[in-house]
């Protein structure tokens, strides 16, 4: 019943090549990210429902995306070395664990997998804002379990956490926050000042940067970039040139990120699709 709910596919802008075309609505948000409409956008509805892409004859599709952009952004932006190492390790939700003794310096993601779990909801959860009961609730933790590991990240990253509520308190006495290349926030007569809102935004607003340049960077050179996804890039190119294409971007989006961080260079993981295979987003 829940399936049958969600496939409400009327919506949905298809034209009669079969394409999904949507007002991807840009700097609609307050951190300057697209917002295409749920209903109208391929990527809107339910996971699954993303198996209806599929890439035409003779061609493939990449699912091109930054790494853990939230955390280089906050690591590079905040200068925190420490979270600069954690995120340069290839694991920064491990490498939290072990800058913070919940594991030892040989853990590997599959010795401690319990703790390296609960340590990325907090490390994500962070990001976004949440407080030690989302943190809770997402990681299938107590509370009073949240709190500690939220502690810690504290301890751990003094020097982010000192940007970050300096960021809060310039934006809540009335400064205005601004990413790399210019996007505003500020909390004016009429506003509803919301602190995880505002600590959110130098890494949101950062990111949305960072995904325009390289989309826009991508298109200069060429390639077919068919939508933008957050903090991911959807690319289309023939099967003789797709792994080609796909190097292009991925080296694009690294630029891009060098571009913002400056000091930092995001990751790109690609997942690639070969005509007549469909998309799985698992």
């Known amino acids: 019943r829940h399936a049958l709910g969600t496939l ?7 034209g009669a090549d079969g394409r999904n075309r949507c007002m ?36 493939g599709i990449a699912y091109l995306d930054f790494g853990s952009q939230e955390i280089a952004i906050a690591a590079a932006l905040s200068g925190d070395q420490a979270m600069i190492e954690a995120y340069t390790s290839g694991d920064p939700y491990l490498s939290f664990a072990k800058q913070a003794g919940l594991a030892p310096p040989e853990a590997t993601k599959e010795t ?45 990253y003094r020097v982010f956490w000192a940007w ?22 500020r909390c004016g007569a009429g506003t509803r000042a919301n602190d995880r809102s505002l ?29 933008p996804i957050h903090d991911a890039l959807l690319l289309e190119a023939p099967l003789e040139r797709l792994n080609e294409d796909v190097r292009h971007l991925s080296a694009i989006m690294v630029e891009a ?24 987003d698992e």
Request: glycine letters at 10%; charged letters at 20%; aromatic letters at 6%.
């Open 199 to 227: 600590l959110n935004f130098p890494m949101q607003a950062n990111g949305a940067e960072m995904l325009r340049l390289a989309a826009c960077m991508a298109t200069e050179a060429g390639l077919r970039v068919c939508a």
């Open 164 to 185: 970050a509520k300096d960021n809060v308190n310039v934006a809540l006495v009335g400064g205005t926050l601004r990413t790399v290349y210019g996007w505003p926030i």
């Open 8 to 14: 409400r596919l009327n919506s949905l802008g298809v």
């Open 112 to 156: 401690h997998k319990t703790v390296r779990n609960r340590c990325k909801a907090i490390v994500l959860g962070v990001g976004y804002g949440m407080g030690a009961e989302s943190m809770a609730s997402r990681a299938g933790i107590s509370v009073v379990e949240a709190r500690g590991l939220l502690c810690r990240h504290r301890d751990t």
């Open 24 to 59: 991807l609505s840009p700097f609609r948000s307050k951190t300057g990210r697209n917002q295409p409409s749920n209903a109208k956008f391929i990527f809107g509805p339910s996971r699954w429902l993303r198996g209806l892409i599929k890439p035409a004859p003779g061609y």
């Open 257 to 280: 990120s060098e571009k913002i961080l400056g000091v930092l260079a995001c990751r790109v993981d690609a997942e690639v699709v070969h005509y007549p295979d469909r998309y799985q």
